[in-house]
Structures are given as structure tokens and as C-alpha cells.
């Protein structure tokens, strides 16, 4: 068994020389198989790929966590480089979506309409519609939509699926990518809006793996009250993670509070990081890079 290896293409940071977004794109290289996590709004991606090395057009299936704006942007570009890639999403993830904060005007966070339009010319079974687990080869498997059973998660911020607040947005696209390696899961997620303990807890339920190996992506504790914070501490310590690589739309305060968890072990994770998973040392997460200097987001 092959190292697994996950870069960090587009983050909300980048190391230098590189392009920081509001966005989240996974490269995850498991199994003999090539599998692009997001592509973030995509001028990130654009500028970011050849410079880590990330070929797009040998990538074998595209899977998208969910449908708003800042993971999906990049997907008719990705799907123009790499023809034969199959496309794993939930097809709630192309509806139209908006943010509409209480008090303050709607602002349209769905798919963009060009990538809903390149995906509707797709031939007959270039996309997999994730409304169950789906397994993309040996040890590698999408969750499809998360059970929500904690009673003190959200979604995470005030989404409906109209701009007058009318029928609110529960996210069921939400999904998780996850892979198996000796040492446990490495569990990759885009903004966790079906809630971090959730997920982990699927995870467990869907892949047959008791241990958290690592957990890289977005867990969308920005908007986090006091209670759920605390009680996602909690649930991460019985969990006991490997490590927990958190970026995008976690938020620096909850960031923080994960780093003062002395049992947690919390890396640093933005554009430009490739952390590798050795197959002989169950708990080993290397980091070949994390690089210098951090160019903070350019556009939400």
C-alpha cells in the first residue's frame, strides 16, 4: 500500500507565492487513485495547481461537499482538463442558495449559474448523484448525505434556499470524503454544515474504521456559540483524532481553542501544505510543506 498524500490547493490563507481565496480545494492522492475534494471559486485553483504540481487533468473523480459558490467555481475548468473524471455530488448542490442574514440584503452563495449549465451537458453517467455512500475504488468512499443527530450543531450560518427567507437551506448536499489507511481514517471535509461530530461519528458508521486518523478541511466553527464549541471540544477528545488539520471557514478563534486542548493535536494547514500518511506508521502525518508567509483571503 502507497502513501496517502492530501495538498492544500486553495485555502482562505496561502503561503507565498501563492493565491489565497475564500474557498477550499483538496488534492487526495490514495490507492492508485487521484480524487480532486472542491475546487474553491477557481481563479485560486487556476494559479495555485501548477505551481504545487497538481495536474487536474489526471484526476479520477471530482467530488463536490457541497453546493455554494466558494467549493464549486472551478468545476468547468477541472472537468475541461480531466474529461474522463467522474463527478460525485448530492443534486441538492446545484439548486440555487443565499445567505440572508437577518436585517441585511440577500447575497447569492449557490453554484454559479456557468457551472450549473457545464454540469446539465454532462453525457449519461459522468455524475454520480451522492444520495447514499458512494465508494470511489478500494479503501476511498464519499459519505453522501450526514445524518444530523447532535442537538447542538447547526449549519452554521442563516441560508435559505429563496432570497426572502422563506424556506431555509438545511444543507443535506453536505458530504465528506473519506480514506482508509492502517492507521485509521483520514477524513477530509468541506465546511462540516452538517456538523464536525456528525460527520465523524458517519464517518465511523459508513467506513467500518473506529479511528480518526486525521481530519483535514473546513468545520465551519466561526459562527460557533459557547455551547457548541465546548461541546465539540468534548466530542473531539473521546474522538481522538490523530490530528486535526482545520482551515477555511473554522474561524481563528475556534482555531485557538482547539490549539489550548492539550490531548488535541492541531497542525497549521493553508494553501501550499502537503501533509503524507505513511502506510507502515499508523499515527505518522508528515508535513513535506507548509511554506512561508501567509497572503490572507482576496475574495468572498
Known amino acids: 500500500m502507497n502513501e496517502t498524500a492530501v495538498t492544500v490547493l486553495v485555502d482562505n490563507e496561502a503561503g507565498e507565492g501563492l493565491r489565497a481565496e475564500h474557498g477550499l480545494s483538496l488534492l487526495v492522492e490514495a490507492g492508485g487513485r487521484t480524487v480532486l475534494f472542491d475546487t474553491g471559486q477557481g481563479a485560486a485553483l487556476r494559479h495555485n495547481a501548477p505551481r504545487l504540481g497538481a495536474c487536474l487533468g489526471s484526476i479520477d473523480a471530482l467530488v463536490l461537499s457541497h453546493g455554494h459558490y466558494d467549493h464549486t ?10 474529461p474522463r473524471a467522474r463527478l460525485i455530488m448530492h443534486p441538492n448542490a446545484a439548486l440555487e442558495r443565499y445567505s440572508v442574514p437577518p436585517g441585511k440584503e440577500p447575497r447569492a452563495v ?11 451537458r454532462l453525457p449519461a ?7 447514499a455512500p458512494v465508494g470511489l475504488g478500494p479503501g476511498i468512499g464519499v459519505t453522501g448525505p450526514i445524518p444530523r443527530e447532535t442537538a447542538w450543531e447547526d ?5 435559505f434556499m429563496d432570497p426572502h427567507r422563506r424556506r431555509p437551506d438545511a444543507l443535506e ?8 489507511t492502517p492507521g485509521g481514517a483520514i477524513v477530509c471535509v468541506g465546511c462540516s454544515h452538517a456538523g464536525l461530530i456528525n460527520t465523524l461519528r458517519y464517518v465511523r458508521r459508513v ?26 471540544r468534548k466530542a473531539l477528545q473521546a474522538a ?15 482555531v485557538r481553542a482547539l490549539r489550548d486542548e492539550e490531548c488535541l493535536r492541531v497542525a497549521p494547514c493553508r494553501a501550499g501544505a502537503r501533509f ?9 502525518c508528515g508535513v513535506t510543506s507548509v511554506p512561508p508567509g501567509i497572503a490572507k483571503e482576496v475574495a468572498q
Open 240 to 254: 481522538a483524532p490523530g490530528v486535526l488539520l482545520p482551515c477555511h471557514c473554522t474561524g481563528g478563534e475556534a
Open 110 to 120: 449557490g453554484m454559479p449559474a456557468a457551472v450549473r449549465e457545464t454540469i446539465l
Open 73 to 82: 467555481g472551478g468545476v468547468a475548468e477541472v472537468l475541461s482538463a480531466a
Open 125 to 131: 453517467g459522468a455524475v454520480v448523484e451522492a444520495l
Open 155 to 159: 449549519i452554521g450560518g442563516p441560508f
Open 173 to 180: 448536499d453536505d458530504q465528506a470524503l473519506w480514506i482508509a
Open 207 to 232: 467506513s467500518g474504521i473506529e479511528t480518526i486518523r486525521a481530519v483535514i478541511g473546513g468545520f465551519h466553527l466561526c459562527n460557533a456559540k459557547k455551547r457548541r464549541m465546548e461541546e465539540t
Open 276 to 284: 503524507h500518511f505513511s502506510p507502515h506508521t499508523a499515527g505518522e
